[in-house]
């Protein structure tokens, strides 16, 4: 399995922005899939993006609720994957986790139950 940590949560206003990163250490994400979900207090875990390591292909959670705002990207040089979140909402506030699976397919990539690999979390708080 590959070891994963991500970075880059913090405490920010509304409208602001943050860079979330996963870098995977122990192998490369080369073959993978890495999704970024997020858990808010009391709530379920959520998927909110993932990227396919190979092609760069992208999805997004089919709610609005990340649609137009969040972008995933991937950097090669550095095996680290990125979550660009902007015109952030106290609705953003969670942990934001990373994970990698083998498993590519799209429709699975929304399950966290498809992960194997998942970092420590990162906090993410906005406020109003």
């Known amino acids: 399995q590959v070891q994963l940590v991500e970075s880059g949560g913090g405490l920010v206003q509304t409208g602001n922005s943050l860079r979330l990163s996963c870098a995977a250490s122990?192998?490369?994400?080369?073959?993978?899939?890495v999704g970024w979900f997020r858990q808010a207090p009391g709530k379920e875990r959520e998927f909110a993006a993932a990227i396919r390591w190979s092609g760069g292909v992208t999805y997004y959670a089919d709610s609005d609720s990340v649609k137009g705002r969040f972008t995933i990207s991937r950097d090669y040089a550095k095996n680290t994957v990125h979550l660009q979140m902007n015109s952030l909402k106290p609705e953003d506030t969670a942990v934001y986790y990373c994970?990698?699976?083998?498993?590519?397919?799209?429709?699975?990539?929304?399950?966290?139950?498809?992960?194997?690999?998942w970092g420590q979390g990162t906090q993410v708080t906005v406020s109003s």
């Open positions: 122990g192998r490369t994400f080369s073959g993978a899939a």
């Open positions: 994970a990698a699976t083998m498993f590519t397919s799209f429709p699975s990539l929304r399950h966290d139950s498809t992960y194997d690999s």
